[in-house]
């Protein structure tokens, strides 16, 4: 098992925290990461039944037996837990004394804000990064990684990713979705999802998605909640501040893991990924859940949004760091075309204050500006957050 980025804030976390949580998809690496981190803390998964069930029975006698501290591993199970915990650390005021882990967020941070406010960091972990993928020393090929996605398993066992995704569908996916609503028809919900695939990078359109599925606006509004607080989705805000001109208000939609997107479209080799209508869409999925995961890596919850008007004017993708804004256009062709800045140029005219220069990442080998706009490969650079977050002039916006 490689060492993972977030490594290093979850030490620092635990200097300064009695408890750390962390937060993430099942098969992320949470388990793994804990038990590398603090080997000498003794270990329970709230997923073993017996293990569970002797927790609910006796919630202070599970505990005693952690007297210097413990990982718990999928606590969502018995969020109960989190108050008899309370009581613990704040008798003994000891950093890193419990490491949480969880799957599902609105379980785990309605008991955290009940009962841990203040006395826990959370951390969120995602799949293998780019970078963490590069120390394995294998060159990888983005068109390879849109089907295999990134999910530690896979890589570290060289499993078939078809066989994977269509097993981590079943036991994760539909378990957990079943767990958190009342799914009546498991094949409007299967439908839903291979729908969503198809629409990774688009502006999300709950009517349309209805009427295609078969079910009421309100339904595809709570799948959606329950895949984003299972970590099977995220979303990508507009973005309208201080912008005059009517402006899309709607989220874009991403997988957390843009290998599960390609296997509920049917996409299960490179060349297909590579010649499918949807490539573009799938590259950029890549792309932003990489630069997601360079953040949350770092403990930084990052704000990003996209931007589109009402005529047709857009950007892929906005980063907001240390109170400015990046503009950044994403392109799976292996070739530049400087119609690939026009967007970017466009919203620099805009106005909008503290715009500092910006970037278009794209499928090629060379790296170069054009009219100050950096112009480079995500897959030849050490860490695409970091890159994209180094401080740079600020631009007259």
Same mark, same amino acid.
């Given at each position: 098992?490689?060492?993972?980025?977030?490594?290093?804030?979850?030490v620092?976390?635990?200097?300064?925290?009695?408890?750390?949580?962390?937060?993430?998809?099942?098969?992320?690496?949470k388990?793994?990461?804990?038990?590398?981190?603090?080997?000498?803390?003794?270990?329970?998964s709230?997923?073993?039944?017996?293990?569970?069930?002797?927790?609910e029975?006796?919630?202070?006698?599970f505990?005693d037996?952690?007297?210097?501290?413990?990982?718990?591993?999928?606590v969502?199970?018995?969020?109960?837990?989190?108050?008899?915990?309370?009581?613990i650390?704040?008798?003994?005021?000891?950093?890193?004394?419990?490491?949480?882990?969880g799957?599902?967020?609105?379980?785990?941070?309605?008991?955290?804000s009940?009962?841990?406010a203040?006395?826990?960091?959370?951390?969120t972990l995602?799949?293998f990064?780019l970078?963490?993928?590069?120390?394995?020393?294998?060159?990888?090929?983005?068109f390879?990684?849109i089907?295999?996605g990134?999910?530690?398993?896979?890589?570290?066992?060289?499993?078939?990713p078809r066989?994977?995704?269509?097993?981590?569908?079943?036991?994760?996916v539909?378990?957990?979705?079943?767990?958190?609503?009342?799914?009546?028809?498991?094949?409007?919900f299967?439908r839903f999802?291979?729908?969503l695939?198809?629409?990774?990078?688009?502006?999300?359109?709950?009517?349309?998605?209805?009427?295609?599925?078969?079910?009421?606006?309100t339904?595809?509004?709570?799948?959606?909640?329950?895949?984003? *607080? &299972?970590? /099977? %989705?995220?979303?990508?805000?507009?973005? !309208?501040?201080?912008?005059?001109? @009517?402006?899309?208000?709607?989220?874009?939609?991403?997988?957390?893991?843009?290998?599960?997107?390609?296997?509920?479209?049917?996409?299960?080799?490179?060349?297909?990924?590579?010649?499918?209508?949807?490539?573009?869409?799938?590259?950029?999925?890549?792309?932003?859940?990489?630069i997601?995961?360079?953040?949350?890596?770092?403990?930084?919850?990052?704000?990003?949004?996209?931007f589109?008007?009402?005529?047709?004017?857009?950007?892929?993708?906005l980063?907001?760091?240390?109170?400015?804004?990046?503009?950044?256009?994403?392109?799976?062709?292996?070739?530049?075309?400087?119609?690939?800045?026009?967007?970017?140029?466009?919203?620099?005219?805009?106005?909008?204050k503290?715009?500092? *220069? &910006?970037? /278009? %990442?794209?499928?090629?080998?060379?790296? !170069?500006?054009?009219?100050g706009? @950096?112009?480079?490969?995500?897959?030849?650079?050490?860490?695409i957050?970091?890159?994209l977050t180094?401080?740079?002039?600020?631009?007259?916006?």
């Amino acid at each position: 098992m490689i060492s993972r980025d977030i490594s290093a804030e979850l030490v620092r976390s635990a200097a300064e925290y009695p408890v750390v949580t962390i937060l993430g998809p099942r098969q992320s690496g949470k388990t793994t990461l804990t038990r590398m981190t603090f080997p000498d803390k003794p270990y329970f998964s709230l997923e073993d039944p017996d293990l569970r069930m002797a927790a609910e029975a006796d919630p202070r006698g599970f505990l005693d037996q952690m007297e210097g501290g413990g990982i718990l591993d999928e606590v969502q199970r018995l969020p109960a837990l989190l108050s008899y915990l309370q009581g613990i650390v704040d008798k003994s005021n000891k950093r890193g004394q419990f490491i949480l882990t969880g799957s599902h967020q609105p379980q785990l941070h309605e008991a955290i804000s009940q009962s841990l406010a203040g006395r826990t960091a959370i951390l969120t972990l995602w799949p293998f990064s780019l970078h963490e993928l590069s120390r394995y020393g294998s060159t990888q090929e983005p068109f390879n990684l849109i089907v295999s996605g990134s999910f530690p398993r896979l890589h570290e066992e060289g499993l078939e990713p078809r066989r994977f995704f269509n097993g981590y569908l079943q036991t994760y996916v539909e378990r957990d979705v079943r767990a958190l609503i009342q799914l009546r028809d498991l094949s409007q919900f299967q439908r839903f999802l291979t729908l969503l695939a198809g629409r990774v990078g688009q502006v999300v359109n709950l009517a349309s998605l209805s009427n295609d599925v078969g079910v009421s606006a309100t339904t595809i509004r709570n799948w959606l909640s329950v895949l984003k *607080a &299972s970590y /099977v %989705l995220f979303e990508l805000p507009p973005f !309208f501040e201080n912008v005059r001109k @009517r402006v899309i208000k709607s989220p874009k939609i991403y997988f957390t893991d843009v290998g599960l997107a390609a296997f509920l479209l049917g996409i299960h080799t490179a060349e297909q990924a590579s010649h499918d209508p949807l490539r573009g869409n799938l590259y950029e999925n890549l792309i932003v859940a990489d630069i997601v995961k360079g953040a949350l890596n770092k403990g930084i919850r990052p704000e990003i949004y996209f931007f589109r008007d009402s005529h047709g004017n857009e950007v892929d993708l906005l980063i907001r760091e240390s109170g400015v804004l990046k503009p950044v256009e994403i392109k799976s062709a292996g070739t530049f075309s400087v119609d690939f800045i026009k967007g970017l140029e466009r919203f620099q005219a805009l106005g909008i204050k503290r715009v500092t *220069a &910006s970037a /278009v %990442l794209y499928n090629g080998q060379q790296q !170069f500006n054009v009219r100050g706009v @950096r112009i480079f490969n995500p897959f030849l650079v050490e860490e695409i957050w970091e890159t994209l977050t180094a401080p740079l002039e600020l631009g007259e916006g």
